[in-house]
């Protein structure tokens, strides 16, 4: 199920907003390396309690995109490369998106109401595990249909679990509550009405 063997040209046609984010992810990492220009693109977005609280709110989103380093960026890419298009194809691509935007602007909001006014992060983290949260739910409506789906996805999230409270510098908060986001969005979409109206209206588009 999670087995990628498309070509280049094929994961992009594919998988369009997997696509886009892993590009985007990559171009601005890209950027934060640039003498000066890279290090002023990570001021203005590092999420910064101090500066939310003092009305810079782009800073809930913008560390979604941000990476502290090459293996940081190079898990959550792996992992959104890897799951990403599963869920987008299940999902839809605006669905997909807001699973996974909704997820990492949550986690970062969770962030700020909890942690004191220095705390700094960056990642997708939150996101990344916003879309496990989706397929969480996905498990839940699937259970007796798809068996192998909860045989992969429960091991990775409570894996994931376990290692966001085991290896040092990780926001937590941000993982919990993009789980938890993507669960929610994943029991709203993936209810088994809501897929068969969307299959239905999927066979009347290709009719007309």
């Known amino acids: 199920m999670f087995s990628r063997t498309e070509n280049f040209k094929q994961y992009i046609k594919l998988y369009p907003v997997v696509s886009s984010l892993l590009a985007l992810n990559i171009a601005i990492h890209l950027l934060t390396l640039v003498p000066i220009l890279g290090s002023q693109i990570f001021s203005f977005g590092v999420h910064f309690n101090l500066l939310i609280s003092e009305g810079e709110y782009w800073r809930l989103l913008t560390p979604i ?65 916003g879309i496990f949260g989706a397929f969480a739910a996905l498990v839940y409506y699937m259970r007796n249909f798809m ?48 897929i068969a109206a969307w299959k239905k209206r999927q066979r009347k588009l290709k009719s007309v």
């Open 65 to 129: 995109f941000l990476h502290a380093s090459f293996a940081h960026l190079l898990f959550n890419m792996f992992s959104l490369y890897i799951f990403g298009p599963e869920l987008e194809q299940i999902a839809g691509k605006a669905r997909f998106l807001t699973i996974y935007m909704l997820a990492g602007l949550v986690g970062n909001v969770a962030t700020y109401l909890i942690h004191d006014w220095n705390y700094t992060s960056v990642g997708a983290s939150g996101a990344i595990y």
């Open 147 to 194: 068996p192998q789906l909860k045989q992969i996805i429960i091991p990775i999230i409570v894996i994931g679990v376990i290692m966001t409270f085991l290896q040092p510098q990780i926001n937590v908060t941000a993982h919990l509550a993009g789980l938890v986001t993507g669960f929610i969005l994943g029991m709203i979409y993936f209810h088994p009405k809501r």
